[in-house]
């Protein structure tokens, strides 16, 4: 069986970009968010992500805006999940927040039903008594800018029917992404165990006071031909994930990442600096310093 109406639970930075992605390939797409604010921003987002597959797929204005027309906005999670086949939850990056979220989602989506976690840190069986159905649980994990880094790491936990693993990644492969298959849980899956250890590097780096956001950048760029550094790349992701991964470390006895966590809420959230989204982070947008023709000679 394979999935046609896809519910996106989080219309933030990624889950927006899963649901227009997912659109954009031929599904019908339900996007579910806690209130009309929220939807009101994801409207703002989903009109970016429209330009950018005009400018980077050569997209047509008309193959955009049919996207974005099979796209349904809801604050009401039953009524968003009532048809679903699969809901891909992109919710903020907290065990809790997730935990209450499967809680609320067992009790009103159909029993056909496959939830996926797009969890960029924490693991499956994290959360999967809470959704009242393990073995249709699993992890569905996409890169940033899904559209042009288009991997989809595919991720089962123990009690996770086979079954439904391989239709998760066909579905990967039918919104246009590379399946990435992992037959075990591993924190950070493969791409955030290969980054989040070199962006929370950068971060101490700069944290400590050892070096400063350009430094940091121009050391890699030219030391590997990178297009970008650690804090260009943080800039990307925008600072909510960052802070909630270092903010998790800290409560947990870690140090080192409690500091981070407090410099990026006082330096960057507090004063509205959430990265490319919101026009500043650790760079100014849209022309970054990084991209200067002459920052790497500077």
Known sequence: ?????????????????????????????????????????????YQKWMQRYQEDLDATKEETQQAYERITFYTDLKEATKDADLVIEAVPERTDIKID????????????????TNSSTL?????????????KF??????????????????KH???????????????????????????????????????PFLNSGLSLLVN????????????????????????????????TPYNINAYK?????????KIAQYLKENYIDQGKMGISSGEGFYSYPNPSYQDPDFLNK
């Open 1 to 45: 069986m394979s999935f046609k109406n896809i519910t996106v639970a989080g219309s933030g930075v990624l889950g927006s970009q899963i649901a227009y992605q997912t659109a954009y390939k031929g599904f019908t797409v339900s996007v579910y968010d806690v209130n009309d604010e929220a939807i009101g921003k994801a409207k703002e987002r």
């Open 250 to 258: 800290g409560q947990n006895g870690d140090e080192n990442a409690k």
């Open 209 to 240: 006071e050892v070096s400063d956001v350009e430094t940091i950048d121009k050391t890699w760029m030219i030391a590997t031909g990178s297009p970008r550094g650690p804090m260009g790349i943080l800039d990307i992701i925008g600072m909510t």
């Open 101 to 116: 979220f499967y809680h609320k989602l067992a009790e009103v989506a159909p029993e056909k039903t496959v939830f996926v």
């Open 123 to 135: 693991l499956p069986s994290d959360f999967a008594e809470a959704t009242g159905r393990p073995e």
């Open 158 to 196: 123990e009690k996770t029917n086979m079954d439904h693993f391989y239709q998760v990644v066909e579905f990967a492969k039918e919104i246009g992404m590379v399946p990435l298959e992992l037959h075990k849980e591993q924190p950070g899956y493969i791409l955030n165990s290969l980054l989040v």
């Open 138 to 155: 699993l992890a569905l994990h996409f890169a940033n800018e899904i559209w042009i880094n288009n991997t989809a790491e595919v991720m």
